[in-house]
């Protein structure tokens, strides 16, 4: 367009003025040009490929996805439970043959926030320091909305406790916090979990006098999240995300009670079975276990 020329003055139009009045910078122009006379060339890394062809690899990875209890790992726990059958290969090549076959699992895109109210750490170096606790909502189909709580350990990721009831009053939401002391510190009573923090919203079950006074009586401190700051608790968030797309999401329940079996056995499943990348892809079980040894032996 900027080398035809105009009819009444017979001159060209010129590159400065094309691009005026399309209302493009001539910086777009030029670099555009530089792709289309010099296009990208599909070039890959360079080095060996490996015992394993891309074909193989992609089988290899395809059994892995179809053989995982959860539905949502990325291409980081991908790799990494390749090594656990004892195929090795890099990351970056299992992020090309999953991105390239459609294999990532889908995501939400994020978008801009304002500055944060906490930009600190939530997780924990040990175990039983603080847990994190939260509800969320599903239906069944006889008895309709019912309400699920669950605590969950900062350190270990650990589901501790996890419950489902009709109602979902600050007594229920006291339900998982029973478990997880129960099954952690031995007992149920005065003062048994001392040095024990935890981490929850404003909700009306969470900042009630009942539950700010069993805190108390168990020895628990209470540490309430920002407000409208959901990173916070980004423990307790983390796993209902887990807990909707691998169960909740999935199957239809008839009553509640069903509801509750099944979060039963998620919970045995989800502890026994996910991977933690920041614990170099150990189960919450195994991370506890490790933690605890050096306990166990000082005692």
């Known amino acids: 367009m900027s080398q035809a ?18 209302r493009i910078p001539r910086s777009t ?13 599909n070039c890959r890394r360079r080095g060996p490929r ?69 930009d600190g750490k939530i997780v924990t170096s040990r175990i039983n320091t603080v847990w994190g606790t939260d509800m969320t909502t599903t239906m069944t189909t006889q008895e309709g909305p019912a309400s699920i709580f669950f605590a969950v350990d900062h350190c270990s990721c650990e589901c501790v406790g996890i419950h489902a009831a009709k109602r979902g009053t600050r007594f229920e939401a006291l339900e998982p ?50 407000v409208r700051e959901p990173q916070g608790n980004g423990c307790a968030e983390r796993f209902v995300r ?10 239809s329940f008839e009553t509640v009670e069903q509801l509750r079996e099944a979060l039963t056995a998620f919970r045995r ?5 996910w991977i933690l990348a920041r614990h170099g892809y150990k189960t919450p079980n195994q991370v506890r276990a490790e933690l605890s040894h050096p306990i166990c032996k000082a005692a």
């Open 242 to 251: 887990t807990l909707k797309e691998n169960l909740l999401w999935l199957q």
């Open 50 to 118: 490996g015992p394993m062809s891309d074909p193989e690899l992609i089988e290899q990875i395809r059994t892995v996805i179809q053989g995982s209890r959860f539905h949502s790992e990325g291409y980081r726990k991908i790799w990494a439970r390749l090594r656990f059958k004892g195929v090795c290969t890099s990351k970056r090549r299992v992020l090309r043959l999953m991105r390239e076959n459609g294999l990532l699992a889908v995501h939400r895109q994020g978008r801009a926030r304002g500055p944060k109210a906490h």
């Open 177 to 226: 916090l029973r478990q997880g002391v129960q099954d952690q510190f031995g007992a149920f009573g005065k003062q048994v979990a001392v040095g024990l923090a935890l981490r929850h919203d404003h909700g009306s079950q969470f900042i009630s006098y009942d539950f700010q006074s069993e805190l108390k009586f168990l020895g628990i401190k209470s540490s309430p999240a920002y």
């Open 5 to 22: 020329c105009s009819l009444s003055e017979k001159k060209r139009y010129g590159l400065a003025l094309v691009c005026r009045i399309w």
């Open 269 to 273: 499943t989800y502890n026994e079975n």
């Open 29 to 41: 122009y030029y670099e555009q040009s530089r792709h289309d006379r010099n296009p990208p060339s």
